[in-house]
């Protein structure tokens, strides 16, 4: 298996279980992604937790608009926000899931997935009951 780049530098630790990067400000507030230009100077990256609860999601059904880069042919995918307990709320893309599955409040977890051929990105999955 090929190891594909990431969509953009720096949005994950480089860990065994990696974590998305996040950045506090001055006063506290954690915000994603990290800010870029000047604004970046002002923020402290810090790594985000790998577990959230899902905060709420809907189903992306339609191709798009220019500039899309995602796979071809375009197929619908899970698109949702998810809450790092103390941290921030992330738009993700949910994977390892159907709509009917999902649930405000249920655990998550993080992963990094393709997104095309070539590159990877991150996303959120249902988080695996034992």
């Known amino acids: 298996m090929s190891v594909l780049v990431p969509i ?3 949005l994950w630790t480089d860990e065994a279980e990696p974590r998305l990067i996040g950045a506090r400000r001055a006063d506290g507030e954690i915000v994603f ?4 230009g000047d604004a970046a100077a002002l923020v402290e990256p810090v790594a ?5 609860t899902l905060w709420s999601w ?4 339609f ?15 899970l698109i949702g926000y998810v809450e790092l307990p ?9 994977v390892d899931a159907e709509a009917a599955d999902l649930v405000i409040g249920m655990p998550m977890t993080f992963a990094v997935v393709a997104f095309d051929d070539t590159r990877s990105t991150y ?6 009951q034992p």
């Open 48 to 52: 985000l937790s790998r577990k959230g």
């Open 58 to 61: 809907t189903t992306q059904g």
């Open 123 to 128: 996303a959120f999955r249902p988080e695996r």
């Open 8 to 10: 953009a530098p720096g």
């Open 86 to 94: 103390g941290e921030v709320i992330v738009e993700t893309r949910i």
């Open 33 to 36: 992604p990290v800010p870029s």
């Open 63 to 77: 191709e798009p608009k220019e500039p899309y880069s995602g796979p071809r042919p375009f197929q619908p995918f």
